[in-house]
């Protein structure tokens, strides 16, 4: 039951279910869940160690915000790992690997661009796809960290994900990947993250002023 409480409770963060900002209510969240006050304690004080929720004297919990110049070391940070995600992608992946990239690509793309959410929710998951298929998995347990920080980010703009540019970079690092290129796999995932990073700092950025 604490697992399943803590699963729920990241999901709904990292979904957009709980914004960044959204003080949670014990109370609430048991009934909501239909569990007892011991597992949504426990999930939460989890979710705060990871640095999802935050604890405030006093004030109860919330989903954590991030300030422009968190979410800048962010994306310093995201550029180097989908970079080398990318890199090992194109040299590692299996059959089964790409087609699961191909089929989340896919997915993404067929997703309606005013469904922020989905969006956002098939977006991390391609990025996924490719740390798992660079078979590396201390980069991964670093990703599952750094997927956290982007969802909030993305929860707190909620934009871009529908951008143009977005599905080109998207299929640039895909062609890389498959044709095993890791130079231009890493060279298209940087390039993915430079092109986004400074329209969402600068709305961070503005929301923060």
Excluded: W
Aim: charged fraction near 25%; charge should be neutral.
């Amino acid at each position: 039951m604490r697992d399943g409480v803590y699963d729920h409770l990241r999901r709904a963060v990292l979904d957009g279910e709980l914004l960044p900002g959204e003080r949670l209510a014990e109370a609430e969240l048991c009934g909501r869940l239909g569990v007892s006050r011991t597992p949504v304690r426990e999930a939460v004080m989890r979710l705060t160690q990871e640095g999802l929720l935050v604890a405030e004297a006093n004030r109860g919990v919330r989903v954590r915000q991030l300030s422009a110049e968190e979410a800048r070391a962010t994306y310093v940070v995201r550029e180097e790992l989908d970079g080398l995600a990318a890199a090992l992608a194109a040299a590692n992946h299996t059959a089964e690997d790409a087609r699961h990239l191909r089929e989340a690509l896919a997915r993404l793309g067929a997703a309606g661009a005013e469904d922020y959410r989905t969006q956002t929710r098939l977006d991390l998951a391609f990025h996924a796809a490719v740390t798992a298929a660079a078979h590396n998995l201390p980069l991964a347990e670093l990703a599952r960290s750094l997927e956290q920080r982007v969802a909030l980010i993305k929860h707190q703009t909620r934009t871009y994900n529908a951008h143009p540019d977005t599905a080109a970079g998207h299929a640039a690092i895909l062609a890389a990947v498959l044709a095993r290129d890791a130079a231009a796999a890493r060279e298209a995932a940087r390039q993915h993250v430079r092109t986004f990073a400074p329209l969402v700092l600068q709305d961070l950025g503005a929301s923060h002023a």
